[in-house]
């Protein structure tokens, strides 16, 4: 399975319409890959707080739209990453998408875990209550996003729910970019799953991005790893290795809690 994971400089001075016509030909320029991987609110910046508002738009805005497109174009898998989501009752969530090789929506995803400790999305957006799973033709996919990273219980859930490759788009900041880096791995060793995590580059709302996205494989080996600009990570993997690592290995069957 090949997996393309974009890492996409979000900096001020862009338009979100402009922002997106890029990000489709980036998608699109993925063709030949099985899944591609976006980062998380990659339209407005992950701490474009004062942004939230005036760019959410509807489950089936202008992102799904093109990101729908792009998906179909390419003829990928395409997790879309994460778009502030105006719900028809007016509520704020921080929503992920993933469209099918034909465009299709094959599933969205409100991030559980808010970041802000009281504060920017903390209190600007609700909280999603469903852990969501996806089966591709060649595994199937759990998604989270970014804080739900340091939250080991929502990926056993995930697990017990069949995941067995981890998609995770962030905006995650420079300042705790070895917390990211080891939480990924830590995510992979312990539920041993793949971990595609894909972050941003550039600053959101000048807050420096950690960028680095990583692959890591079942066992917490790193396939690929990112700089800190803009980069497309592109790896092969082999979906059967989850299951030769979780038989060789069966930490997993002595769960007790």
Not at 142 to 164: K, N, Q
Request: charged share 25%; hydrophobic share 40%; glycine share 10%.
């Amino acid at each position: 399975m090949r997996a393309s994971v974009i890492q996409i400089a979000v900096d001020e001075g862009e338009s979100v319409e402009s922002r997106r016509r890029r990000v489709a030909s980036l998608v699109r320029d993925q063709a030949g890959a099985d899944l591609v991987v976006l980062p998380e609110l990659w339209t407005t910046g992950a701490f474009a707080f004062e942004e939230f508002g005036s760019e959410a738009e509807p489950l089936e805005g202008p992102t799904h739209e093109a990101m729908a497109k792009a998906a179909s174009d390419a003829g990928v898998w395409l997790h879309a990453g994460s778009i502030p989501e105006r719900a028809p009752d007016g509520t704020l969530y921080n929503t992920s998408l993933l469209f099918s090789p034909s465009g299709e929506r094959a599933a969205s995803y409100r991030k559980i875990h808010r970041f802000g400790f009281d504060k920017g999305e903390a209190v600007l957006m609700g909280r999603g209550e469903d852990l969501v799973t996806v089966r591709l033709p060649e595994t199937t996919v759990g998604l989270a996003t970014c804080y739900d990273l340091r939250f080991p219980e929502l990926f056993r859930g995930l697990v017990d729910a069949g995941a067995e490759t981890l998609l995770i788009p962030a905006g995650w900041p420079e300042r705790r970019r070895d917390h990211w880096t080891l939480l990924a791995r830590a995510r992979a060793v312990e539920n041993q799953a793949f971990v595609l995590a894909c972050g941003t580059a550039g600053t959101h709302a000048r807050v420096p991005q950690a960028g680095h996205s990583i692959v890591v494989d079942p066992w917490g080996q790193v396939l690929a790893e990112a700089g800190a600009g803009e980069e497309v990570l592109t790896v092969e993997l082999d979906p059967g290795k989850v299951a030769v690592t979780r038989e060789q290995f069966p930490a997993l069957k002595d769960r007790v809690l």
